[in-house]
């Protein structure tokens, strides 16, 4: 193999923290190379770096023999590099070909563009209509618009930033075909995935970093799973322990729910019916959009219900606000962390403060207790291992992987009496997304009723008592989870119910 991408002594700090420290390795021509390392490690910054949103403090690197130094992502993409990000830049309300003009520098006319798009997906088994508006499009297809801009500029290096979260098995397979063909073609790819199997199966080389350093390197294949995350950590990895408990009352009950989307490229739910116990994990699977976010909007109360459609233990909670069903013991967690779960420039303990405020009793007579809230803050980031200089820190200045932890943490820590979370370790490394559905496993045996919206299937299939399938705003009757098999549930995530009759089922 021919050398691409010579990275020599890249060192990267900010504030109380050394993103990267002295990163050297090597990418050859047509290699898939993985980038591994636990949240916080600095894979971020490094590939920022190369693709040029941001600049080193010291190092070098070299493309192609060349000294290689973008100032800007235009520069980076001149010169053969492009990068797919793990959240997706597009705009709902225009079309495919509109979407990548705005990634082009120089675009060629509409008519010659189509032309390249429809020849150059149909060549990497990714079909896309060039006329078709984004916001009808499956998260699997926003991938493709996203995959196939890179591709009509023919980079060099392909940068990939967790790609399969949020696509079905069958998808997974498609992106991995289409890889192994640019790989054949000559172009390298820097890959960054937390599912270590998919690194075993699709990586020639991977290289580790711990704390900002790198600390190893290897053939995935030639290691295990386990082996790999151990490298990651540097210690031993705690695999989550199941018990068969037995359910006891019913805490939510959720009934011919019935919601329009807000959003207009959303989708609305339709007769949702569900039935959670105590001590019991219910896993929701399915692909993105297809009315996860409208579920927890209207489990949380953000978004309204009329009564009866919605019950915890007993109580009517379909009229209450977000925070009426907190003190009942309704708590979620959202699945967009930064804004959403969290407000990006507040402090980790106004973020506690936030949906702490009712069950910790943050407050007394109108003042807010803040010596309070900074001690639940500490005891979130103490109990969930959350990597930051300090309490004060901002929740922007965290990776996302312990982000997270935070969120996730923070209303663990609540005692809820059901908690529903939408994808608990997107993004998450090995080590953290054991320690989560431990977290997780551990309260449900405590008696709470606990709700997994998740697209990770592994996941699912590891926590799970009973599984559900979210598709186009229906739920599926849940099912035994150990009576499904992985080939069963990517069939009913893309809209076929295993051994069914019909597609959808109320619970």
């Known amino acids: 193999m021919t050398e691409l991408l010579r990275i020599d002594g890249l060192t990267k700090a900010y504030p109380g923290v050394v993103a990267n420290d002295d990163v050297s390795f090597v990418i050859q021509e047509g290699e898939v190379h993985a980038l591994l390392g636990e949240n916080g490690a600095g894979k971020s910054t490094l590939v920022k770096m190369i693709y040029g949103l941001v600049r080193p403090d010291s190092g070098s690197m070299t493309l192609s023999g060349t000294a290689y130094h973008p100032t800007e992502p235009k520069a980076a993409r001149a010169s053969g590099v492009a990068m797919v990000f793990q959240h997706f830049s597009l705009f709902d309300a225009l079309t495919v070909a509109?979407?990548?003009?705005?990634?082009?520098?120089?675009?060629?006319?509409?008519?010659?563009?189509?032309?390249?798009?429809?020849?150059?997906?149909?060549?990497?088994?990714?079909?896309?209509?060039?006329?078709?508006?984004?916001?009808?499009?499956?998260?699997?297809?926003?991938?493709?618009?996203?995959?196939?801009?890179?591709?009509?500029?023919?980079?060099?290096?392909?940068?990939?930033?967790?790609?399969?979260?949020?696509?079905?098995?069958?998808?997974?397979?498609?992106?991995?075909?289409?890889?192994?063909?640019?790989?054949?073609?000559?172009?390298?790819?820097?890959?960054?995935?937390?599912?270590?199997?998919?690194?075993?199966?699709?990586?020639?080389?991977?290289?580790?970093?711990?704390?900002?350093?790198?600390?190893?390197?290897?053939?995935?294949?030639?290691?295990?799973?386990?082996?790999?995350?151990?490298?990651?950590?540097?210690?031993?990895?705690?695999?989550?322990?199941?018990?068969?408990?037995?359910?006891?009352?019913?805490?939510?009950?959720?009934?011919?729910?019935?919601?329009?989307?807000?959003?207009?490229?959303?989708?609305?739910?339709?007769?949702?019916?569900?039935?959670?116990?105590?001590?019991?994990?219910?896993?929701?699977?399915?692909?993105?959009g297809n009315g996860q976010d409208e579920l927890l909007l209207a489990l949380s109360g953000e978004t309204p219900t009329r009564r009866d459609m919605v019950q915890v233990s007993g109580v009517d909670v379909g009229d209450l606000n977000p925070n009426e069903r907190r003190e009942l013991g309704l708590l979620t967690a959202p699945e967009e962390r930064l804004g959403h779960a969290a407000a990006p420039d507040m402090s980790l303990t106004e973020n506690a403060m936030l949906t702490g405020n009712v069950r910790q009793k943050l407050s007394n007579g109108g003042f807010l207790r803040w010596a309070s809230a900074r001690g639940f803050a500490r005891a979130i980031v103490q109990q969930f291992d959350v990597r930051t200089p300090g309490i004060g820190n901002s929740a922007r200045s965290l990776s996302g992987g312990n982000l997270q932890k935070f969120v996730i943490g923070r209303e663990v820590l609540q005692n809820p009496r059901v908690l529903v979370v939408n994808q608990p370790t997107w993004g998450v490394d090995a080590a953290a997304a054991a320690a989560i559905r431990q977290a997780l496993m551990n309260l449900a045996e405590e008696g709470a009723a606990v709700v997994i919206v998740s697209q990770d299937l592994d996941e699912l299939l590891e926590v799970s008592d009973r599984l559900a399938i979210l598709n186009e705003g229906h739920l599926t009757h849940p099912e035994e989870t150990a009576e499904l098999s992985m080939d069963d549930i990517g069939l009913m995530m893309g809209g076929i119910e295993s051994g069914s009759e019909a597609t959808h089922v109320s619970a």
Do not use: W
Request: hydrophobic content about 40%; charged content about 25%.
């Open 98 to 288: 509109e979407n990548i003009t705005l990634g082009m520098e120089n675009a060629p006319h509409r008519r010659e563009l189509s032309e390249q798009i429809r020849s150059v997906s149909n060549a990497y088994k990714l079909p896309l209509d060039p006329n078709r508006i984004i916001g009808d499009l499956s998260v699997g297809e926003r991938q493709r618009v996203e995959i196939i801009r890179c591709l009509l500029q023919h980079p060099k290096l392909l940068i990939m930033d967790e790609p399969t979260s949020v696509l079905t098995p069958q998808e997974v397979d498609i992106l991995f075909e289409t890889l192994h063909k640019l790989s054949d073609e000559g172009t390298a790819i820097l890959y960054i995935s937390h599912k270590l199997e998919e690194i075993r199966t699709l990586c020639d080389h991977a290289t580790i970093l711990r704390h900002g350093k790198v600390v190893d390197n290897c053939v995935p294949a030639e290691k295990t799973a386990r082996k790999l995350a151990e490298m990651m950590v540097g210690e031993a990895l705690h695999v989550p322990a199941k018990k068969n408990l037995h359910p006891g009352e019913v805490i939510l009950e959720v009934a011919n729910l019935n919601v329009k989307s807000k959003n207009p490229f959303g989708t609305s739910l339709k007769d949702i019916n569900l039935v959670v116990r105590s001590g019991e994990v219910v896993g929701i699977g399915g692909v993105a």
